[in-house]
């Protein structure tokens, strides 16, 4: 390999190290200028007198002891002298800063929330957060947790869905079921009829693709009549039909 070889440059090579030495040129040429004018700049502020009004504004004005201000400057903070502030001024911060003192503060307490006697039962579609929070392991966050939930829903059908509620595990599960039943007569249910899809799939056991099929199929029947238009559905299981047949109304 010829020595020639490693100073070849294409077109496109020769034009870009064009620009780059362009570039560092005009910075150099920035740099002179600069170092000029702040060169000239300094000169011209060594060559004001010391006696300047300029800078005999700037000079610390020293005070006789009667015109020394209010507030004194010193290396560590700013403070007041105390002579020149008045003596009744004195006297209402030292009486403030007694009673100050001397007040007792008192916190408002909350009363604690009394739990239900062993043996109660609760209708978990009546219950308000007040009443939930009675129950043994609930506080004001499941008990939220469990109101939204039923909203949802429509209604609990059954103990278990507390299964689904948020932050429900096993343990806590098994230590609430025996406080509460459920009354189907306060479920809430959904006329499929008369709903569209996207009114449908608000409810956490209908998904997208489900409420779609379901508005699909009401269009081609005009009408859907009972469980068995759903049959014809591929996107409900067996499952999906047992959790939503108490939530679905056909008339």
């Known amino acids: 390999m010829n020595w020639r070889d490693f100073f070849?440059?294409?077109k496109g090579e020769r034009r870009a190290l064009t620009v780059l030495l362009c570039l560092i040129c005009f910075s150099w040429i920035v740099l002179l200028f600069t170092d000029d004018k702040n060169s000239y700049e300094n000169e011209d502020i060594g060559r004001i007198p010391s006696t300047s009004p300029e800078l005999a504004s700037e000079r610390p004005k020293i005070?006789?002891?009667?015109?020394?201000?209010?507030?004194?400057?010193?290396?560590?903070?700013?403070?007041m002298k105390r002579k020149s502030i008045p003596k009744v001024l004195q006297?209402?911060?030292?009486?403030?800063?007694?009673?100050?003192?001397n007040k007792k503060y008192t916190y408002q307490s909350?009363?604690?929330?009394?739990?239900?006697?062993?043996?109660?039962?609760?209708?978990?579609?009546?219950?308000d957060t007040i009443s939930l929070k009675k129950v043994p392991g609930i506080g004001s966050a499941f008990a939220r947790r469990i109101v939204k939930y039923r909203?949802?829903?429509?209604?609990?059908?059954s103990v278990e869905q507390l299964r689904e509620v948020y932050g429900m595990d096993e343990e806590r599960y098994q230590s609430l079921q025996p406080w509460f039943r459920t009354d189907v007569k306060?479920?809430?249910?959904?006329?499929?009829?008369?709903?569209?899809?996207?009114?449908?799939?608000r409810h956490p056991y209908i998904g997208y693709h489900q409420a779609r099929a379901l508005e699909h199929l009401r269009r081609q029947k005009s009408r859907l009549t009972g469980w068995e238009n759903l049959l014809l559905l591929e996107e409900f299981t067996d499952?999906?039909?047992?959790k939503l047949s108490p939530y679905l109304s056909f008339e």
């Open 110 to 127: 909350y009363p604690k929330v009394e739990k239900y006697p062993s043996g109660t039962i609760i209708e978990l579609n009546t219950a």
């Open 151 to 157: 909203e949802l829903l429509g209604g609990y059908y």
């Open 63 to 79: 005070y006789s002891n009667e015109e020394r201000p209010l507030f004194e400057r010193n290396s560590s903070s700013i403070r």
């Open 91 to 101: 006297n209402a911060s030292e009486r403030n800063f007694a009673s100050f003192n």
């Open 239 to 242: 499952s999906d039909r047992a």
């Open 186 to 201: 306060y479920i809430r249910v959904l006329p499929v009829n008369k709903l569209s899809a996207d009114s449908l799939r």
């Open 8 to 10: 070849y440059f294409s």
